[in-house]
């Protein structure tokens, strides 16, 4: 067998050990690379690894072809693909910090489900989910998920009448017993990833604003706004009733029958029909509610403009609850 020679090119090393910091953040292996390919008894330990920190920094650069002669370092100026060493620590500092703050989130999510979150509570989370979320034309073949949180959906459905995508992942291997929760989960992640990057930022986001209205909401959160700025809290899920007793309150705001009886009866209707707060809304009140007991957003009728005490009280209103984003949303026309 003939004898074989290896050539090295040092803009080939000096390329890779950078790779090792800047893209892998792997400090040690790009150190141990550039010392082990500038070896020489030239110059002490101190200074070798003050020039290996040097290359890495854009400062210096290994060129020609080992074993040739031109094979040696040289100067060079650094350039934005080599920021330097404590550039890459200040961004794995801050990295860490953001992911420090993910996971303390995701700890408030999970001990605020496990520990703080009634089913009641639930259901309503499932059903906001299902009506306002899940989108049963979809077409997707594993992921039609009709429920936030699948192991509470007989809160809402008759009994036995599970959604069909757990019942039928459930289905498999069942005599086994070998399918759990986290089975099902690991196997529509499986299946298909984008999909699920669908179902979990909604939910995600949905479980956000419940948690935050925990934390900021003052007990009087929900109600309606009049045109001249006055609020009438309202308990939650109340605001039609609210709506028709105010309707009867002050018939002739509403072009209401003269006959009491009449009057009454066409109100009750509209309670019925879920459509007093829309009389409302046409006179230009707002309604702050949240069909999931989060966050309260403004509902109104588009046709007429939020008047300046309405929006001076949104403006507090939110400014209050340390939501800032929101508030200024009403600075201005």
Not at 212 to 233: C, I, M
Request: aromatic share 10%; glycine share 6%; proline share 5%.
């Amino acid at each position: 067998m003939p004898n074989m020679t290896f050539r090295i090119e040092g803009q080939f090393i000096t390329n890779m050990a950078r790779e090792h910091l800047y893209q892998s953040k792997d400090l040690k292996k790009a150190m141990d690379l550039l010392m082990s390919c500038t070896t020489t008894d030239e110059i002490s330990e101190g200074e070798h690894i003050k020039l290996c920190v040097d290359i890495l920094e854009g400062r210096k650069e290994i060129r020609g072809v080992y074993p040739d002669e031109n094979y040696s370092v040289y100067d060079t100026e650094p350039t934005e693909k080599t920021p330097g060493i404590l550039a890459v620590f200040d961004g794995l500092r801050t990295e860490n910090e953001k992911l420090k703050r993910q996971v303390y989130a995701y700890e408030q999510k999970i001990g605020f489900i496990g520990e703080d979150l009634k089913d009641y509570q639930i259901a309503d989370l499932n059903q906001h989910w299902h009506e306002d979320v899940y989108d049963p034309s979809d077409p997707v073949d594993e992921l039609n998920q009709p429920w936030l949180f699948p192991d509470h959906y007989s809160t809402k459905l008759p009994p036995g009448d599970e959604p069909a995508l757990w019942s039928a992942l459930r289905s498999v291997d069942m005599m086994d017993g070998r399918v759990s929760d986290d089975d099902v989960a690991a196997r529509v992640a499986a299946k298909n990833k984008a999909v699920l990057d669908r179902v979990n930022a909604p939910a995600s986001a949905l479980l956000d604003d419940y948690i935050t209205a925990q934390r900021v909401n003052k007990g009087d959160d929900y109600g309606w706004l009049s045109p001249t700025g006055e609020f009438h809290p309202v308990e939650w899920g109340e605001h039609q009733g609210w709506a028709g007793d105010y309707m009867l309150a002050h018939p002739e705001q509403f072009n209401l029958p003269d006959d009491k009886w009449e009057s009454h009866s066409a109100v009750m209707d509209m309670r019925v029909d879920m459509t007093a707060g829309d009389e409302l809304a046409k006179k230009g009140w707002i309604l702050l509610h949240s069909t999931h007991h989060g966050i309260a957003e403004v509902t109104r009728d588009e046709s007429r403009r939020i008047t300046k005490a309405q929006r001076e009280f949104l403006y507090d209103y939110y400014a209050d609850r340390g939501l800032d984003k929101i508030a200024a949303e009403y600075l201005s026309d």
